[in-house]
């Protein structure tokens, strides 16, 4: 086996997620997707592909029809324009998005900066490219990257920057003043920068602000986004990349020896979703909203400090005053109060101190885990 794919370790998430599953009465709340069903009408229009045989392989790209649609999504929600013929590569979700870029700008010994804590999809990838991570940290920085830290870890060897707004695990959103300090430092610098802006539907205060929408960066720029979060389609598997045409092209070879091209109900799926469901993240908002301001005042109360999430579907307070790392304390709230959280160690070392709580649930389960969070923490065991 190769050793780099040896030396990966399996993400803590999925190891928290399985544990509780042996729980009757257990609460997950490691669960990154949202728990809604995928709206009918996008449902019905995948049913109508199947039923149509419209099941074969797409153009590489994806059918240009769905490109022209996540264009134009783009183009009238954040007033910045990609080409749907040279410019977007439709992908098995963000995550095949992600691989084919990695795979197409790293060589062996570059560097990628990311701001750490982060989701944990990216290193792996980094790293079977030959490629290493570097870390950025934002832990005394409300989790946002400091542009004269960000200019401190630049070298030659950088070759990218991953951008993870509204932010997994932290819930962070960034705002347009320090976007513009950002793209200040990165203009001046011949690297990649990797915006992975899946949960921009998920912003919960004012409106998103893409880095798609800066012209001083468009040549060295991946946007990535796709439907798992904003439409409730994780399983459809369908994402989309957006970058320069010069550089599109060598993803499109990526992602052609990968996949060939996304799936094909999924696609029919996508272009009913970008016509005509653009209101459904909306509709998932009000109740995350709830669901946030709950879990925030709730964990506040229990004397837990955290920031308030901004976005996304994640809280991540701080654990350290109970003395024990986040991987005890997940292990330990697990077996005694049957509820599972993703230990911040899981989003690099700089999350230890941390635990990650999904509030992509039920109101119902969220008060449930809460009481039971709340007595784990009276009655902590040794
Ligand atoms: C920040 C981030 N990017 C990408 C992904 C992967 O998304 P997809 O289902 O589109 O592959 C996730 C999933 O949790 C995520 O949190």
Redesign the pocket.
Known sequence: MNKKIKDIEVPGIRVFSNKVALYPDGINLTI??PDFPTPHKIKQAGIAAITNDLTSYSHNAGLIELRKEVSSFFEDTYHFHYDPEKEIVITN????G?DAIFRSILTEGDEVILPVPI?S?YEPVIRLSGAKAVYLDTTKTDFLPDPAQLESLLSNKTKAIVL?YPS?PTGAVINKELMDRLVNVLKKHEIFIIS?E??SENTYEGIHVSFGSYAEIRNQLFVVH?L?KSHSM?GW?L?FVMGPENVMNQILKAHLSNSICASLPSQYAAIEALSNCRDAPNEMNKAYVKRRNYVYERLMDMGLSLAEPKGAFYAFPSIESTGLTSYEFAIKLLENKHVAVVPGSAFTHYGEGFIRISYANSLDNLVKAMDRIEDFLKNLPS
């Open positions: 990154g997707e979700g963000a995550s095949s992600i989701y999809g993870n997994n992975d899946i949960y796709g798992s994780t598997r994402g």
